[in-house]
Each structure stands twice: as structure tokens, then as C-alpha cells.
């Protein structure tokens, strides 16, 4: 009998399942928000994933629910659930992906290591929290927030006015999220798959550069990570993995402090971009785990192929035409490199494709990926 999952959302992580699932034999389907997305080859239904009965007669057919991206409302989880579908992520877990102030009152609960924190409603409480933690903050929207999007460092509470006039506006109450401004020399990440009987797979903690707020380099697995920060990192997934009841892929962003302190940053419950060093550079790719775990399969090797990989986002992409008309002159100048384009078309910013190149030594190994990235822009 062949397995059949449903990918609610088609953007570029369901389809860098599609290879996986071919070669799983598991029969993919996605419910695409529109025409011609980046999971379009795969694409079974096009549809709006905010309307339960629109997912549901997309998930009758399937064994599994899983997702491109955290934002399915828990309503139509909840209906999903009660049909009898299997979620997984499941709704319980994912409110956690969907609220970050959820996450963080949770992640203390289980006692995880976070910046300081507080939920604010005024511009009053924001600015007691800013005298209380030198003058400078973080402020973030709960719900909804990408790649830099939805977050802000302030120095003042007015500086959040427009935040707090649309809360009002929304005349449901509700807060803001506001953390400490972390002195951390680094950004790492830490992934991990969890099936629903438990099972859990962990992946080298890898060290991630930003730039403008969204990822642009990672660097598997980081550099200088002694036994115990990877023991810890390790820890950190596990625990988080196990006390939300996650299923499928874990990502847990992490700021590595000055002090020598890892603190949780970001949570994603989906393949993650800094997970896609693993196509090329482990021995089961993300993508692939991330099958396996949703329905229930044992788990695969998360080990490294080669002691370095190094992932490149391409970022923008050039100026005019598309990514197709530089692959000749990429391919044949870095015949060592990983390409992986996303069928969307470039403007500045957007993530179009990455690069990964792995090898022995990672200054070379850095090197090497960045100039076949730059081959695809201006």
C-alpha cells in the first residue's frame, strides 16, 4: 500500500520534499495557496488553507497532515482532528510554533534557558521593561513574524505605538512580546525529529549568519563547538521536542551569549532553512526525516557526510532574467556545488535557491560555496 501525505502549504520547503518522497515511494500531495508556487509539481489542490473545508477535502485521501509553514488557524486543526486525520505537527504542539508568547511561557515552564521576557499591553509596561533592562529592547508580534518581519529593537515605547493602536484596534486585547536585547556572540541551531511513538533523531548544532534578518549562511556543524555546547544544544532540542510533543522536524534558534550561555530564540516545527546543509551534506536530509516522522517511520541517520558543509541562500537573485540562465556558468565554474532553485522568480531579497558545498577543510569548503552563490547574482 502506498503511504500518502498531505503538505498543507506550497512554498519551497514542500518542495524539497517532493525527491524524498519519490524516493520513499510516498505518494506527496500539496494544498498550494495559489497557481505556480515553489511545491507547484506536486501541487493535488490549490486552495486557502485558512478554510476548514477547504483542508479537509484536501486531507480525505491522505494518511498524514503535515506543513509547509506554522500559520494552518488551530480552528481548522481542530476540525482536521476531530475527522479522524492524523496531524502532525499536531495542534497542540503547533500553537506553540503559532504564539510566541505561548512558546515562552511554556519553554519556562519546562525550565529552558530564554532572554528576559515580558507580555505588554501599554506602552507604560514597555517602557518599564526598557528602564528595567538598560534602555533597549526587542519587541515582537506574537503571531505571524518571519525572517526578521514582526520584530523590531526599540529604545522607546513609542516606537511600538503602531503595534499597540492595531491591538487595540483588533478589540480582542492581547499583547506584545517583549525580550531582552541579547549580547550574543553568535546564532546557532539545533534540529531534531521526533515520530509519534517517540523516537528522536538529532542533527549536528550548526551556526547560522543573518543578514537584514534573514538566514544567509550556515555552517554545519558549527565551528568551535566543544563537547559541551553540543551537549547542551543536543539537550535544548531534546527536551523541547519531548515537553511540546513535537512531531516531525524541530528547529530551535539559539543565541550563543558572550558568557558562554545558550538561550532559546525561535522555534519552527517544519523542515527549517537551517536544516538544508542536510540534503547534500547528511546522511538522511531533513526533508527526508521529516516523512519518516510523520508517519511514524523508524528514523534515519542524522550523521554528517563529510566534516563540513557550508549552506548559501541565494538571496534576490540577478537583476533580470532567471536563475536558469546562470546554471551553464555556475555548473561549469563549481562543479563541486549543491544547486537548489525554487521556481520562484528573483527580486531583491526573496530566498530563490541555496548552494552547499561540503568538504575537509571549511574555510575552503566557505569559500567554494560562496563564489558558486554569487554566480546567480548581479
Known sequence: MVLRVGVVGGGQLARMMIAPAVELGVDLRVLAEEEAMAASLAASAVGDYRDADTVLAFARDVDVVTFDHEHVPQDVLAALVQAGIAVHPGPGALRFAQDKLVMRARLAELGMPQPDWAAVSTTVELQ???????????????????????????????????????????????????????????????????????????????????????????????????????????????????GLEVTGMLA????????????????????????????DGSVTSQFEQHLRAVLDLPLGDPAPRAPWSVMINILGGPARGGLDERFAAAMAEHPDAKVHTYGKTPRPGRKVGHVTVSGEDLDDVAYRARAAASSFLD
Open 128 to 242: 518599564e521593561f526598557l528602564d528595567e533592562h538598560g534602555g533597549r529592547a526587542v519587541v515582537k508580534t506574537p503571531r505571524g513574524g518571519y525572517d526578521g518581519k514582526g520584530v523590531r529593537v526599540v529604545s522607546a515605547a513609542s516606537e511600538a505605538d503602531d503595534w499597540f493602536a492595531a491591538l487595540a484596534e483588533d478589540a480582542r486585547g492581547g499583547a506584545l512580546l517583549v525580550e531582552e536585547l541579547v549580547d550574543f556572540s553568535r546564532e546557532l541551531a539545533q534540529q531534531v525529529a521526533r515520530r509519534p511513538s517517540g523516537e528522536v533523531a538529532v542533527y549536528p548544532v550548526v551556526e547560522t549568519v543573518q543578514r537584514d534578518g534573514v538566514c544567509a549562511e550556515v555552517l554545519a556543524p558549527a565551528p568551535h563547538a566543544g563537547d559541551r555546547l553540543r551537549e547542551v544544544a543536543a539537550g535544548i532540542g531534546v527536551a523541547i521536542a519531548e
Open 252 to 279: 530551535v534558534e539559539l543565541f550563543e551569549t558572550t558568557d558562554e550561555r545558550l538561550l532559546v530564540n525561535e522555534l519552527a516545527m517544519r523542515p527549517h532553512n537551517s536544516g538544508h546543509w542536510s540534503q
